[in-house]
């Protein structure tokens, strides 16, 4: 079974600051992919970021960028240079390997920037 | 754009009451989804559809019922509504089993069961 932990419920960032939000997971499946999804709110899930388990290098998209370590198995979300319209809720998802439709996602961090 | 619509953005019914939600994806997705969202346990899927008539059980599938008659629309039913079905209910479609295919997502259905 898939599992996916995001141990902060909520956390405060400064406007212009970099906040990272921490993801880990467990999975016996040795291909797997790794997602975060933004969700304002107004409710609709947002896509962010994808990390394949193969991949040798950190996915980057803009001012999100995936802290990968897969011995650690962690995923971290970074958020560089934080705006206002970067407050909501962000949740980290897993999708297992070849045929495995499904996502597991975790609990969910609600980020707030402060101006 | 992908576009994932569902029929209401928020929707009271009573206990006991049989409650339809409606999910429609314009771009020929085989794969669909239903998902619940409660404060704390993030999303946990209820039912997902593969192709047209076909469905397999999710994580927390008891009290719900789907359909999928054409590919584009993908029903999910409360048969009995009951209070701890409130929820907010999110529908979402994919287009294959890729590993960096996203799944996209409607704007999600606020349901209150009184």
Not at chain 1, 18 to 25: E, I, M
Not at chain 1, 46 to 61: M, R
Not at chain 1, 71 to 78: F, P, Q, Y
Not at chain 1, 87 to 104: E, H, I, P, Q, V
Request: hydrophobic share 35%.
């Amino acid at each position: 079974a898939q599992k996916i932990t995001q141990t902060q419920p909520g956390m405060f960032v400064q406007e212009k600051e970099a906040v990272t939000l921490d993801c880990t997971y467990d999975t016996s499946d040795p291909s797997y992919g790794l997602f975060w999804y933004k969700q304002p709110s107004s409710g609709e899930m947002i896509f962010l970021i994808y990390q394949g388990s193969y991949d040798q290098q950190n996915a980057t998209e803009g001012r999100y960028s995936l802290n990968f370590q897969k011995a650690r198995k962690s995923a971290n979300l970074v958020i560089s240079a934080s705006q206002l319209g970067d407050s909501a809720m962000y949740f980290c998802a897993m999708r297992g390997g070849w045929g495995d439709y499904k996502l597991s996602f975790g609990a969910g961090t609600t980020v707030t920037v402060r101006a | 754009d992908v576009k994932v619509t569902q029929s209401s953005r928020y929707l009271v019914k009573r206990t006991g009451e049989k409650v339809f939600l409606e999910c429609v994806q314009d771009m020929d997705h085989e794969n669909m989804f239903w998902y619940r969202q409660d404060p704390g346990l993030g999303l946990r899927l209820i039912y997902f559809s593969y192709d047209v008539k076909m469905k397999e059980k999710g994580d927390i599938p008891e009290g719900y019922s789907v359909s999928r008659e054409k590919k584009e629309r993908f029903s999910l039913i409360l048969e009995s509504a009951s209070t701890n079905q409130t929820s907010m209910y999110l529908c979402a479609s994919s287009l294959e089993v890729l590993k960096g295919e996203t799944q996209y997502f409607g704007p999600g259905t606020r349901l209150l069961v009184l």
